[in-house]
Nanobody, 125 residues
Framework: QVELVESGGGLVQTGGSLRLSCAPS????????TGWFRQIPGKEREFVAV????????IYAESVKGRFTVSRDNSKNTVYLQMNNLKPEDTAIYYC??????????????????WGQGTQVTVSS
């Protein structure tokens, strides 16, 4: 069974940092772009960041630009989301997902094929 596994979530104080990881189980998504989304229960899922298979600079939501950094290590088959200067409004369940290619629809969750189970990030004030 193919799945994505997120890890690294937890409880942190305002201004703190966390690094999330996303790795597939069951296969390698060679060539796929990987995105991060977040969702607060009862609210719509929100795009956070995306990175191409080739790496390089990611694309970010305005709300996290300058604070979050997405990166990948294809030798470890892992994508990371470094989150700095965390704010209470960053509290959410964070999901990673993969899509076959980077396109203008990178912000749409429906364009992604596989999703992880999510990891909780809680930022206390």
């Amino acid at each position: 069974q193919v799945e994505l596994v997120e890890s690294g979530g937890g409880l942190v104080q305002t201004g703190g940092s966390l690094r999330l990881s996303c790795a597939p189980s069951g296969r390698t998504f060679s060539g796929y772009a990987t995105g991060w989304f977040r969702q607060i229960p009862g609210k719509e899922r929100e795009f956070v960041a995306v990175i191409r298979w080739s790496g390089g600079s990611g694309i970010y939501a305005e709300s996290v630009k300058g604070r979050f950094t997405v990166s990948r290590d294809n030798s470890k088959n892992t994508v990371y989301l470094q989150m700095n200067n965390l704010k209470p409004e960053d509290t959410a369940i964070y999901y990673c997902a993969v899509k076959t290619q980077m396109a203008s629809d990178y912000g749409l969750g429906g364009s992604y094929y596989y999703w992880g189970q999510g990891t909780q990030v809680t930022v206390s004030s």
